[in-house]
């Protein structure tokens, strides 16, 4: 995937989805800045796309991972805003809220989560995590656990 993005985007042509796939490629490897850099651009590209909500997870989740907790929970409650019945944002919101020191707000969105996903544990919620850089992972998962999620 990375080198068929790679060659579309290198055509020049302004490309908003395979400037977000190139970014959250990104997110995935760790390169923060870069895929910060890369959704930015998708989104500029396309503001009104009705999937820019997951460019801005992707960009609140680069920044989770560059420790950068308020910039990321700011982008993440962004996109959340977008399309609201999309609960599953929370479960790496709650853990920016939480790093963040925003404690009530990640305590409210722990609960919508586990509202919508009742039998919801920190083992399910790990496993349904997408494949973040190991330090994220162990970031998250502390914080969800502190929150009081289940194992």
Same mark, same amino acid.
């Given at each position: 995937?990375?080198?068929?993005?790679g060659?579309?985007?290198?055509?020049?042509?302004?490309?908003?989805?395979?400037?977000?796939?190139?970014?959250?490629?990104?997110? $995935?490897?760790?390169?923060d800045?870069?895929a910060?850099e890369?959704?930015?651009?998708?989104?500029? *590209?396309?503001?009104d796309?009705?999937?820019?909500?997951?460019?801005?997870?992707?960009?609140?989740?680069?920044?989770?991972?560059?420790?950068l907790?308020?910039?990321?929970?700011?982008? &993440?409650?962004?996109? *959340?805003?977008?399309?609201?019945?999309s609960?599953?944002?929370h479960?790496?919101?709650?853990?920016a809220?939480?790093?963040?020191?925003?404690?009530?707000?990640?305590?409210?969105?722990?609960?919508v989560?586990?509202?919508e $996903?009742?039998d919801?544990?920190?083992?399910?919620?790990?496993?349904? $995590?997408?494949p973040?850089?190991?330090? $994220?992972r162990?970031?998250? &998962?502390?914080?969800l656990?502190g929150?009081?999620?289940?194992?």
């Amino acid at each position: 995937a990375e080198q068929v993005i790679g060659r579309a985007l290198a055509t020049g042509a302004s490309l908003p989805w395979a400037w977000s796939r190139s970014g959250w490629i990104d997110v $995935y490897k760790g390169n923060d800045e870069s895929a910060i850099e890369k959704l930015t651009i998708a989104l500029e *590209l396309a503001p009104d796309d009705p999937h820019a909500f997951n460019t801005m997870v992707g960009i609140g989740m680069a920044y989770f991972n560059a420790g950068l907790y308020r910039e990321s929970a700011q982008w &993440q409650a962004r996109a *959340l805003l977008e399309p609201p019945s999309s609960t599953w944002i929370h479960a790496t919101l709650c853990a920016a809220f939480a790093l963040g020191g925003q404690k009530s707000e990640a305590g409210h969105s722990l609960h919508v989560l586990r509202r919508e $996903y009742p039998d919801l544990t920190l083992a399910t919620a790990m496993a349904a $995590y997408p494949p973040v850089p190991a330090a $994220y992972r162990e970031r998250a &998962q502390e914080a969800l656990h502190g929150l009081g999620l289940p194992l």
